[in-house]
């Protein structure tokens, strides 16, 4: 029997969140709605990994990778949509969640990856031009976060309407970024993207069409994509309830809301791209595991926060701006400088594993000890 049935039994919960958030009341039950919530959104995400990786194998790494990022960062997406639709103002909590979702795909979902193919395999290589290609990416998504938080502190004051207009300008060129991005990656430049395996089969293809011979027991196409559309719908409304939830939570744990957004938050909204890393990356399928980390990261930072930019224009009480707080901006930058340094080599180990979740941890107690009035920028 598959390792990921033994977590089938976590479905239960998803009755349960649904009973308590529609049929009980009380403010009390929103913390047992909040772990019920966390804990749902676990299978769910371990069914949306398994339907990628047999995809993967239907397609190719780079395709799988991205329909992995894209079904798993729809939950984010949705959370953050529902965040900002909330009377209450949310804003804090969703720019703290693209930030946690950044440097959680890149340290924590990534570093699970090392540490769990290291111990199975000695050394794991994959395609370092593919991975350069895609720290590029995180790079201009760390200077997109560190632009407007410079330019808040420049401006020697809050001029709301100039950060407005600088959030859209950047969010513009980050979505047409990530256009040319995919355009690069899947047609005109897709053997950069390739794992030794399909190279292989690429150069020497026994069937003529570019693939791999299916497994006995692959899924379909369209079983695979029905299983992730269907754990998506899911989890998206599992969030919504995780969102109406997410203050009482913060404050019975004692939590501020940055970390929240940094990390519980975050980390529950990438819980698919943590079981699909952590999965292919012991079958020795490196290209996919980091695949799906960074290629995450980046579709949270080019393309999830401009989309939220924009549809706060038409939801919420007042547009979202992308001026991050310090602490903030200093934690993507530095996962962003320790992902190249680790994956310029185009080899893994399980220390390296150990040393982004080093980072992570330290970021994650920065968080957690900062008060929330220590977040501000400088004015």
């Not at 039950?29 to 995809?55: D, K, N, Q, Y």
């Not at 409304?237 to 939830?245: A, K, N, T």
Request: charged share 10%.
């Amino acid at each position: 029997m598959s390792k990921l049935l033994t977590l089938d039994w976590l479905l239960v919960f998803i009755p349960a969140t649904i009973v308590l958030n529609y049929g009980m009341g009380g403010t009390q039950v929103h913390t047992w709605i909040f772990i019920c919530s966390c804990l749902s959104i676990i299978p769910l995400a371990g069914w949306m990994g398994r339907a990628t990786e047999h995809l993967a194998e239907r397609t190719s790494e780079a395709v799988g990778g991205l329909l992995n990022a894209t079904f798993g960062n729809a939950a984010e997406l949705i959370i953050a949509l529902v965040a900002l639709s909330s009377p209450n103002d949310m804003h804090e909590i969703v720019k703290a969640s693209i930030t946690g979702s950044i440097i959680g795909n890149v340290l924590l979902v990534m570093g699970a990856a090392f540490l769990a193919g290291g111990l199975r395999h000695r050394v794991q290589s994959f395609n370092a031009r593919g991975v350069g290609s895609m720290t590029t990416m995180l790079g201009l998504a760390a200077i997109a976060l560190v632009v407007p938080a410079v330019f808040h502190s420049l401006e020697g004051q809050a001029n709301n309407t100039k950060e407005q207009y600088l959030s859209l300008g950047i969010s513009a060129v980050l979505l047409v970024t990530y256009a040319c991005s995919l355009f690069f990656s899947l047609h005109t430049h897709k053997q950069l993207f390739m794992s030794a395996a399909e190279t292989a089969v690429d150069e020497d293809d026994e069937f003529g069409d570019g693939h791999v011979a299916p497994h006995a027991a692959q899924w379909s196409v369209i079983k695979s994509i029905s299983i992730l559309a269907g754990a998506t719908v899911l989890v998206a409304w599992i969030s919504e309830m995780l969102v109406g939830s997410v203050e009482h939570a913060a404050h019975a744990f004692g939590m501020t809301n940055v970390f929240i957004g940094v990390v519980v938050v975050a980390i529950i909204g990438n819980a698919a791209e943590h079981s699909t890393a952590i999965m292919v990356a012991l079958k020795n399928r490196m290209d996919l595991a980091i695949g799906v980390a960074v290629g995450s990261s980046i579709q949270i930072a080019t393309f999830v926060a401009p989309v939220l930019v924009f549809a706060s224009y038409f939801i919420g009480s007042h547009p979202l701006d992308l001026v991050f707080t310090t602490a903030e901006v200093l934690a993507v930058v530095a996962a962003v400088v320790v992902c190249v340094q680790v994956t310029n080599d185009g080899e893994s180990h399980w220390l390296e594993g150990v040393q982004l979740l080093s980072v992570y941890i330290i970021l994650a107690l920065v968080f957690y000890l900062l008060p929330a009035t220590s977040h501000a920028l400088p004015a």
